[in-house]
């Protein structure tokens, strides 16, 4: 009887917390509130990662930019998203083993990763550094994917969040938990995301009830929606084994929970679900509760917006438009 008490009263103390979690954690309270993120600027609509793509983003609306790091020989901090560039420029190059000035163009037009029978397509062919991007959009909220453990890539992007004064609009983290942990000890001001690992982790928390307890250090979920990897609709150059599909399946039930979502939201932990390129991916993302999406179709997404008559910039966004 005493055992049952104590599990009864664990589950009921769990789910009122679940609830209620300001109860004990105290709500973070970003400067911003993206519903409409541009996936590399929008590698759908132009050549993914260029000032080009960042320019038509902003111009068509969007709340925030995600783009990608990695450092070049003579330690110039480069926008891309592959260090080595067959896939983006059709070379045998890596950009950590050759000068800034020595980086090939990008390719005409760039396969869309998570919708491969699309191109990304623009004039501007060149790999932009990150402090341009800096310069250019110095109200836009960015998110920041660290691709390598790299301490001093790590130390650059840092000292060029500080240097513009963006630590408050700027996110940043990376699949790796090593480097998350690494950002997050070199400036805890920057909004982490979560790494895989602590996906996992979260995941865990959420489904043994312990979640409500634990304090959480990041302030951006951002994860894949699995669902869309069921999709064979221009996903996939080559169909998807069973195996796969079942393991795509069970983490979309484990993951795209609404609970889940809606507890961290009333944590301050926003929810980023990604990358959507149709129109019932974003419908299920909101539904879902997903503070915003990332795409690769960024008018397509904003489309879908002004359809349905989703406000932007809601909240806590207390960053104001640039002018266009």
Not at 89 to 95: D, E, F, K, P
Not at 125 to 152: A, W, Y
Not at 288 to 313: E, F, H, N, P
């Amino acid at each position: 009887m005493v055992l049952l008490a104590v599990i009864g009263g664990y589950i009921i103390t769990s789910l009122i917390l679940l609830k209620y979690p300001n109860l004990i954690h105290k709500k973070k309270h970003l400067k911003f509130r993206a519903k409409h993120i541009s996936h590399r600027g929008g590698a759908a609509e132009r050549l993914e990662n260029t000032m080009e793509a960042f320019a038509y983003a902003e111009k068509v609306g969007t709340d925030m930019f995600e783009l990608d790091c990695h450092l070049t020989k003579d330690l110039q901090v480069v926008v891309s998203h592959d260090d080595h560039l067959r896939r983006t420029c059709g070379s045998q190059v890596q950009i950590s083993q050759t000068l800034y000035k020595d980086l090939p163009k990008l390719q005409d037009g760039i396969k869309v990763d998570f919708y491969q029978t699309l191109r990304g397509r623009g004039e501007d062919r060149r790999i932009p550094l990150l402090k341009e991007v800096f310069d250019e959009f110095p109200h836009m909220p960015i998110n920041i994917d660290i691709k390598v453990d790299d301490d001093l890539l790590i130390q650059q992007v840092n000292d060029l969040v500080k240097q513009y004064n963006r630590e408050e609009i700027t996110a940043w983290g990376s699949r790796s938990d090593v480097v998350c942990q690494k950002l997050y000890r070199l400036n805890p001001r920057v909004p982490l995301f979560f790494s895989m690992r602590r996906v996992i982790h979260l995941m865990l928390l959420f489904w043994t009830g312990l979640l409500p307890f634990i304090s959480i250090k990041e302030s951006l979920l951002e994860i894949i929606m699995p669902g869309i990897l069921l999709s064979s609709e221009g996903m996939f150059e080559v169909p998807v084994s069973s195996k796969a599909r079942f393991i795509f399946w069970l983490l979309d039930k484990l993951l795209m929970r609404p609970a889940l979502i809606k507890h961290l939201d009333k944590r301050g932990i926003q929810t980023y679900l990604w990358v959507l390129n149709r129109e019932e991916d974003f419908e299920r993302a909101f539904k879902l509760g997903a503070a915003g999406v990332m795409t690769d179709r960024i008018l397509l997404l904003k489309d879908y917006l002004d359809k349905t008559g989703q406000q932007r910039g809601q909240g806590e966004n207390l960053i104001p438009p640039r002018c266009v």
